[in-house]
């Protein structure tokens, strides 16, 4: 059983001595159930089987008047934790904002101490002797560290109540995180606030900061570049941390954010920038050159009608073009427009529309059926190849772009891709089909 469920078990038994109502029904107590197995473990509950989460939930909901009620830092802690872990954010928060009132005194302790030590380190509380064990109650802890404070141990005092705020800080974190479920961002932004003027560092709470204020603020340029010290701050000091690389992505994103005038012009201008890549990529990619005369030396060399390799820069340009939805378009309308230039006879024009696509889309059987149609239209050389290529990858493209032809009053073209297909695939799942195509 964990420990939240533990104190909440504890909770409700001492906040059930409180008397009910006159009015207040009766409260059947259920029975003891059966005996447990031999080697079942003792339970100090009359032999009943722990509840469950939502069994206890449901407990804590039919009991009147709990959130009002007095409790332990403790209790209020373990309350709220378990609305919180249970899906229940906003059921978490005014427990734990109970947890926190509960150590108000201790946290202006050690801020005042803190004052008084100036640039001098707070020790641990291990140096500082503070004695404090697992399950030292925080009111403990806070009266431990009053009384180094009155005999005028600053590092003492300060030690022992930075350990006694260790859990309340875990408790205004997990409340900053239950606010921003809830959306209350900007009670969420001074719960971590909070958090990190005890500690400075809390990785929790310096990333959560910084996040919030990048995804809130967008237009404020004062609270971006506030987020961008945040994200700084936390690679610095949680480098090993597994939220290192998406902070140092935000944090890019925050300045470039930020150099923009905010995040409407920045998404405006990379929505631009999309735009112009597209148009530089697609007017850069190599066009299909037509046949040089004579044939193909006899060193190796690629034969003269084949299109020119790419380039390394213009391989790293392929590779690293975002994969947009405006890139995708243009390459979309490509691939038609090659099939419109196929169905004119303008074997050349469609070359060079498919040699654009290509590098960005080489698994685009559509496309590959087009470029082999061309080069099959240009009588080149490298048509064979292409051709066998584009058939034994996907015949099915290949038949569909004789419908497209025939679709765009090229029956004649159609015909003739439909026989080269039938000779050159003779196990085409599709034959019965393709034959009868070619029978009408």
């Not at 009015?23 to 259920?30: A, F, L, S």
């Not at 999309?274 to 007017?283: D, E, F, I, N």
């Not at 009588?379 to 064979?384: F, G, I, L, S």
Request: net charge neutral; proline share 8%.
């Amino acid at each position: 059983m964990t420990s939240s469920l533990l104190l909440s078990l504890y909770a409700l038994s001492a906040l059930a001595q409180t008397p009910l109502p006159k009015d207040h029904p009766k409260v059947e107590q259920p029975a003891a159930n059966a005996p447990l197995p031999a080697d079942h473990p003792p339970v100090a509950n009359g032999g009943r089987p722990a509840p469950t989460a939502e069994q206890l939930l449901q407990q804590l909901d039919a009991t009147l008047g709990l959130k009002e009620r007095e409790k332990s830092f403790e209790i209020a802690a373990a309350l709220g934790k378990l609305y919180f872990t249970n899906g229940r954010p906003q059921d978490a928060v005014p427990y734990f904002e109970q947890a926190e009132a509960k150590a108000k005194g201790v946290r202006a302790l050690y801020l005042a101490q803190v004052k008084r030590l100036g640039k001098r380190p707070v020790p641990s509380a291990e140096e500082a002797r503070c004695g404090f064990g697992p399950d030292t109650a925080l009111e403990a802890m806070a009266s431990a560290a009053e009384q180094r404070a009155k005999a005028g141990d600053a590092p003492g005092a300060a030690a022992c109540a930075r350990a006694a705020l260790a859990p309340a800080l875990e408790v205004e974190g997990m409340r900053a995180s239950a606010l921003v479920l809830a959306g209350d961002s900007k009670a969420a932004l001074a719960a971590y606030e909070d958090v990190l003027e005890v500690a400075p560092t809390h990785e929790e709470a310096q990333f959560g900061h910084a996040a919030l204020l990048y995804e809130t603020r967008g237009e404020d340029l004062k609270a971006l570049e506030s987020a961008r010290k945040g994200f700084e701050a936390f690679l610095a000091a949680h480098p090993q941390s597994p939220r290192a690389a998406l902070a140092r992505k935000l944090g890019q994103m925050t300045q470039q954010t930020i150099d923009a005038g905010g995040r409407k012009k920045y998404l405006a201008s990379r929505a631009e920038d999309r735009k112009v890549r597209l148009s530089q990529v697609l007017a850069e990619a190599p066009p299909a050159q037509p046949p040089a005369a004579g044939a193909p030396g006899m060193d190796g060399a690629p034969p003269p009608d084949a299109p020119p390799a790419l380039t390394k820069e213009m391989l790293d340009a392929v590779k690293n073009t975002e994969r947009t939805p405006e890139l995708e378009a243009g390459l979309a309308r490509l691939v038609e427009e090659g099939e419109e230039h196929l169905a004119r006879g303008r074997y050349q024009e469609a070359l060079g529309a498919y040699t654009r696509v290509m590098p960005f889309q080489p698994d685009n059987g559509r496309a590959r059926a087009g470029m082999a149609w061309a080069l099959v239209g240009l009588k080149r050389p490298m048509a064979e190849r292409v051709w066998s290529v584009a058939v034994s990858g996907d015949p099915a493209a290949v038949e569909k772009l004789g419908d497209t032809l025939k679709a765009k009053n090229d029956a004649a073209g159609a015909k003739a891709l439909w026989q080269r297909l039938d000779a050159s695939a003779p196990d085409y799942p599709g034959k019965k089909g393709l034959e009868a195509k070619l029978r009408e």
